[in-house]
């Protein structure tokens, strides 16, 4: 008899989060020509980041330092806390995955939005949470209704972002604090703020310490232009965040990413640049929708969630129509939001080429 | 009342597998001279594989392929298998973890060798596995001992390295596959070769995908000198291998490091030439030892254990002098291997500076 996986393990399927763009090049055999599907930043990190990752290439034989300690210092200035209430991670995924752990057992329900970040549910489905899920209303995370959910289920673990992803929409802050106002103290909120650098700053609480049921994840992977490097970080109470310590992967972090992390961090200029940059590009992706007839999401992210106007079967051929003429593209997939595909803002010459495309694409779908 | 762990996550110490050299600096408030305690390769990776990362830091905006397509084929054409026998990770602690999870529950005896590699162990008791130790033998890994363990137990995961750390002995090829032949079909052994390409290939056993209870881990971290980059591989047969998918971190991988090691596996004359390096300085750190009266254990890694010829107190002392005198070096800490402290290769300057040191060091605590 070979080796047996516990019996969690083998009950999860094979499935995969997202499938990523090479896998859709290897299997067209043809690389694309607008890379518009995964949130990543086309503008880059930083001159200031690129030429530390340069400079700093010699050092990769140099375990990383397992404490982050320069840069938790450096973000805990930033955002004028304590190192002690920040943790780093390699992405948000990773801090996700130990924060799921954390908290969740065999059998214990967990709330996010029907249709929200699937990579959550990988983590809660993979410790055998049962997840249960709102769904949003309005194309916004319902939050009463995430907020009902929780106490109706006793649920120990609430997941939702601000700004949202797959839609793009976004809550005031005082709607956030509302909600945390609301909800049980055993209750730990994830407030996934990966796009929060691209929202308005009214849409952002001020980070507040004191609380020990909200962690608030934040990443260099979006407005920091650095998807490649995998750094994100959690803010929260002193004892929440020490928990991480128990179970993460100490030497973890890369070197590298430790450096490129702390120069883009340093480099405000640089990001104010690209999010102004952000905020123009999602604007022509708004009116190159209006332009064929669609109407954008307003959005608070670094994509723009764009209503083909009918249903899902016809918003997916629409994708696969842009993906057949080289545009990398993703799109919601739960009931209602189906109706959308998502672009995420680009270099000119991608939006240019996108712009081109779409009107062939829905006219090839029609 | 604030969010509960899960009891077995609450049960966790706050303990680290590890201090990092970083964290010692700053209490000592001064620089290492000598970096020669985590078994990082000084000699850092090939000029070919710095000038890779320095050519694709701008592309540090895109999420790495979460297939790790080219270099899974790359490394399945070096080992003579098929992409599905590989399986890449953010190192090989990673790929630990992600292993355990597969096979340990609460409770589930695990089997590795006392003094043997602590974040294998971090990991087991993270997910609550209990560790069943087994003195080394003559300072070797005790085959026979683990296997007997194995079987009383009824264990269906056991752990060890060859060559092996913290002592830097090792097995002969055929030693191995008798350990293998002789485990039961039901567990699963997991071979940590991160030291293999600085071992003689006498000691590696051919690589054979059939064993579906075996599975070889191996890194870029130390030959290659990529410990910053984090990328580790694990190879096995097709079903376990592909076990790890259901529950791996798919974009955990940094996109620079998929192509340093792609680089760095193309450079074999420069692994060849470090290599040689490595084994030249292993000499060196026996004939230092020898120059002070003290006993160097053959070693097929890229570090060497010295016996201080007295007790772990004393060894103690030592390593703590060496550490006063600004060389970073490590201990084991385990019953009789406690004897020794364990020097890294490193280059020629710090070895220079250690052999100074030691006799100093060795005063001290006369």
New interface residues.
């Given amino acids: ?6 019996p ?2 083998d009950s ?3 499935t ?5 763009p ?2 859709l090049e ?1 299997k067209r055999n043809r690389p694309f020509r607008a ?1 518009l599907g ?1 949130n ?6 930083a001159p200031s ?2 030429a530390a ?2 400079e700093s ?11 982050n ?1 320069d840069l938790k210092r450096a973000l805990a200035a930033h955002l004028g806390i304590a190192p002690t209430n920040v943790i780093v991670g ?2 948000v ?2 801090l996700l ?1 130990l924060a799921v ?5 065999e059998g214990t329900p967990v709330v996010t939005s029907l249709g929200a970040y699937p ?1 959550f549910n990988f983590h809660v489905a ?1 410790f055998g949470g049962r997840l249960v899920t709102v769904p949003y209303r309005d194309d916004r995370e319902d939050l009463e209704g995430l907020l009902a959910a929780v106490k109706r289920e006793q649920a ?2 609430v997941y939702f972002s601000n700004p949202d992803n797959p839609m793009g929409t976004w809550w005031e802050a005082a709607e956030i604090e509302r909600f945390i106002d609301a909800l049980p ?4 909120l994830i407030l996934d703020e990966a796009y929060g650098e691209t929202a308005p700053g009214s849409a952002l609480p001020p980070v507040d310490i004191s609380r ?2 909200v962690l608030r994840m934040r990443t260099f ?1 979006k407005a920091y ?6 750094c994100g970080y959690a803010i929260g109470a002193e ?2 965040i ?2 991480f ?3 993460r ?9 430790q450096i ?1 992390a702390l120069a883009a961090l340093k480099d405000q200029a640089y990001l104010k640049h690209v999010i102004a940059r952000i905020i123009a590009g999602r604007e022509r992706i708004a009116q190159i929708a209006a332009g064929n007839g669609l109407q954008a999401i307003p959005s608070a992210t670094n994509f723009v969630t764009i209503d083909c106007g009918r249903d899902g079967p016809y918003a997916l051929a629409v994708l696969n129509a842009l993906i057949d003429r080289d545009v990398f593209v993703r799109k919601p997939m739960a009931p209602v939001l189906d109706r959308c595909i998502r672009v995420s803002v680009g270099l000119d010459d991608e939006l240019d080429y996108f712009e081109q495309q779409l009107p062939q694409a829905l006219a090839a779908v029609k």
Avoid: C
């Avoid at 103290?185 to 730990?188: E, G, H, L, Q, R």
């Fill in positions: 008899m070979e080796p047996q996986l516990t969690l393990i999860l399927p094979s995969v989060p997202f499938v990523g090479e896998a290897r890379r995964a990543e930043n086309g503008f880059g990190p980041v690129i990752i340069q290439a010699a050092e990769a034989w140099k375990y990383a330092d397992p404490e300690f390699e992405g995924d990773t995955g752990r954390q908290y969740v057992q990579t993979g120990p673990l103290a055993s209750t730990m020990s049921n992977s232009g650095l998807a490649g490097m995998r004892k929440q020490g928990a310590d128990k179970i992967n100490h030497f973890g972090m890369n070197k590298l990413t490129a």
